[in-house]
């Protein structure tokens, strides 16, 4: 009798022993994450090494992301631009600037819907004008100044008479075509928008 209640209490303790090191059915077993130093995109890692060579390749949409290391300030990956960040300018051959000049029709968009109508002409990296600023019928006489750089057109537009005005930061495409974003203030107002427009034409002698 003593030797068979001794054969059971070393069973039950090597049951015990065998649970102990197989763990709990249930156990749920967490994956590492990757430290700081880790970049966490392999795509991060093989454009450094020079694996692409064709710098439009679909893969790279991550190509300057480390995915796991996050900006305590932003809140993002380090190499993700910040907000309003836009791409380098262009260049254009000969020239340095884009032309700007012409007749152009822009619509501009936030909380209501605009349509601008512009007469530009350009004297080196300057550009000014007039035209007119459509808004529920009504009709507006507009004065324009600004900058051309490379590709990027900063423009002024201001209604006459008032104390508005359009800060327009714009991109002219090859294409006769320009886009982009601006900032409407007036007194008490502050509105951000997106622009579109196109080339009607040559300038219109006025």
């Not at 201001?158 to 006769?176: A, C, D, F, H, M």
């Amino acid at each position: 009798m003593g030797s068979r209640a001794l054969f059971i209490i070393f069973a039950l303790i090597g049951c015990l022993v065998c649970g102990a090191i197989a763990g709990p059915k249930n156990q749920i077993v967490e994956s590492q994450f990757p430290g700081e130093n880790m970049s966490g995109s392999g795509i991060h890692q093989e454009v450094g090494a020079g694996v692409y060579t064709n710098q439009d390749d679909a893969s790279l949409s991550f190509r300057n992301e480390s995915l796991f290391v996050i900006r305590k300030d932003t809140g993002m990956s380090p190499n993700v631009p910040d907000k309003g960040v836009r791409t380098p300018v262009k260049i254009v051959p000969g020239l340095g600037v884009a032309p700007a000049a012409g007749s152009w029709s822009l619509t501009l968009t936030d909380v209501a819907t605009r349509n601008l109508r512009l007469n530009l002409a350009q004297s080196g990296d300057a550009v000014f004008g007039s035209g007119e600023l459509l808004e529920n019928g009504t009709a507006t006489q507009v004065t324009v100044g600004g900058t051309v750089l490379g590709d990027r057109l900063a423009l002024f537009v201001v209604p006459t008479g008032s104390q508005n005005i359009y800060r327009l930061s714009l991109t002219l495409k090859p294409s006769g075509s320009l886009d982009g974003d601006y900032v409407f203030t007036a007194p008490g107002v502050t509105q951000p928008g997106i622009a579109f427009g196109q080339l009607a034409g040559p300038a219109v002698a006025s």
